[in-house]
């Protein structure tokens, strides 16, 4: 979609998770931005732009073997814009000043099971849902249909318990929680909310292995695992 630029963040000095995007991931050594960057090369010809918004030089020498890709860049963020105090509104206003397009897709490398058919699926439903739609915006989420418990409300928040207090899960209103795959929003509203989403987004649903979200070292590790067993299986059976 000639309309969308893809806005790729990795900044350096994870403390949760030392070094999370830049070492070795994959059973190949690839890290989780090579693992990324392959993934992205493959929607390369769906969007106007891959931006590459980064201050970590690791990230900048791997960005090297990505090249090849036309439509990819490198912009080095300044390091302000890099600490771990630093606000999410204020990298949302930076956005829009190194993009080129009227839409953005914003995605991590954190989410290693979300792929290129998930970007492009969720491109398309962008485009019916927001150019030909009710929604502004679109954010991937995972379903949560479990009693939620409000310690300060001292209350189960997703049931009426006066007409039942334990009704059947499937009977509980869903929640969704925001997992940071990724957010699809337009310039229009980074430039008017100061988010990365408008006042209607529609949902896109993750499921299985797609919610894993990299933040904490076991993070990291579990994730890790679960990708290596999975090559090293699909290279058993070659």
Known sequence: MELVSVFFPL???????????????????????????????K??????????????????????????????RLVRRPDVLCNSTTKVKDLIDYVPTVVRSDHIFWLHATSPFVDQSDYLSALDLYTKLVFSGPNDSLMSVSRLQQF????????????????????????????????????????????????????????????????IDIDWEEDFILAQNIIRSLEQVKNDEL
């Open 11 to 41: 900044r350096a000095g994870s403390s949760r998770a030392v070094g999370k995007n830049t070492r070795p991931f994959r059973l190949d050594g690839r890290s989780l931005f090579q693992h990324k960057m392959e993934q992205l090369e």
């Open 43 to 72: 929607i390369s010809k769906n969007v106007a732009e891959i931006v590459i918004s980064t201050n970590d030089e690791e990230v900048i020498a791997q960005f090297e073997g990505f090249k090849i890709i036309d439509n990819a």
């Open 148 to 211: 939620i418990w409000s310690d300060s409300r001292k209350a189960i928040i997703n049931c009426d318990r006066a007409v039942n207090p334990w009704p059947n899960t499937q009977d509980l209103e869903p929640l969704y929680e925001i997992n940071h795959a990724f957010y699809i929003s337009s310039r229009h509203n980074y430039l008017t909310l100061s988010d990365r989403i408008g006042t209607n987004p529609a949902l896109y649903e993750m499921h299985g292995l797609k919610k």
